[in-house]
């Protein structure tokens, strides 16, 4: 899906969503300039103005992409990062000279090409069990949710197909479509293909299956048949005034505590459920999901020449 400029309904939707990242990344530099101020200049007892009008600084920005670019969440972390480091350079540097100029480069190096360092160090964070949890209110029926919602053998949703339940209860699951932001970039027809006969992202196992609550087991299989254990899902589903309430839970033994820390800033379990609760009423969704996965440096990246570009293609 390429670039698109949203609704103003689509900028509420992921300031809402995304408002723990907001603010968790526009009051770093914030606190960096409090640490700087309270260890070299004595506390005055004068009002912090100049604190809060920087923390709005700071928060447009950050703002901006947010809602331009809503699921390039490493890159909006570091856009505070690079601020956080411009508050700690400028004292070192005066003026519009050389050093002004290799400091502003080294900013945008650090804006497009950081985002793969910080993900890197995500993932090599030390595990943990992580329990996530999230709700949504559909107006749909009992029966539409409780077959919607939770993965069930021989079903296409809006994200993932399964095939047939196999006599151990197991069933594969896979993606309905695929897609790479760089995709323009090799002259593809479209920017998103689908894939004839993907293979399973994952496999599935219903293990308690009752009226009001389903839970799932989802893991990995090898050729051999050797099973790793991914997640437990457990959905639950209550009758209430308006329709079903849907309660989710997902439970891992061990995360990695920085992309824990991902998934609960970007709201990650109640993105999915709009996601799932608006296809499943036919309405079209704002969630982030559906939304481009274009970041800052893939836009970058498309208007340079096809040659150029093609030298930032991740795989």
Not at 169 to 191: I, K, Q
Request: glycine share 6%; aromatic share 10%.
């Amino acid at each position: 899906m390429p670039f698109d400029w949203p609704e103003l309904d689509e900028v509420a939707y992921r300031l809402l969503r995304l408002w723990r990242l907001i603010l968790a990344v526009s009051l770093l530099p914030v606190v960096l300039l409090v640490a700087i101020q309270l260890a070299y200049w004595p506390f005055t007892g004068q009002p912090p103005a100049h604190f809060i009008a920087f923390w709005v600084l700071c928060l447009l920005p950050v703002g901006v992409h947010v809602v331009l670019f809503p699921n390039a969440h490493a890159e909006t972390a570091m856009i505070g990062i690079s601020i956080s480091i411009l508050v700690l350079l400028e004292p070192l540097v005066s003026g519009f000279g050389v050093l002004r100029i290799l400091e502003l480069i080294a900013l945008v190096v650090i804006v497009l090409f950081g985002q793969f360092l910080l993900m890197m160090i995500q993932a090599k964070t030390k595990l943990r069990p992580m329990i996530v949890k999230a709700s949504v209110l559909t107006d749909s029926d009992m029966a539409a949710a409780r077959q919607f919602f939770p993965f069930r053998p021989n079903q296409t949703g809006p994200k993932y197909a399964s095939g047939p339940m196999g006599s151990d209860g197991v069933f594969a699951v896979t993606e309905v479509e695929e897609y790479n932001p760089f995709d323009r970039l090799n002259d593809a027809p479209t920017a998103t293909t689908e894939v004839d006969q993907p293979a399973p992202v994952f496999w599935a196992k219903i293990v308690r299956d009752e009226p009001y609550e389903q839970e799932t087991h989802i893991f990995t299989r090898d050729d051999a048949g050797a099973t790793e254990l991914l997640a437990q899902q457990t959905h639950r589903f209550v009758s209430v005034k308006d329709g079903v309430r849907v309660r989710e839970m997902e439970t891992v033994d061990s995360y990695p505590i920085g992309l824990w820390l991902g998934l609960w800033l970007t709201d990650f379990q109640k993105d999915g459920l709009v996601f799932m609760r608006d296809n499943l009423e036919g309405r079209s969704t704002m969630a982030l999901r559906s939304a481009h996965e274009q970041s800052l440096l893939t836009c970058v990246a498309g208007m340079m020449p096809a040659s150029i570009a093609r030298e930032f293609e991740v795989s």
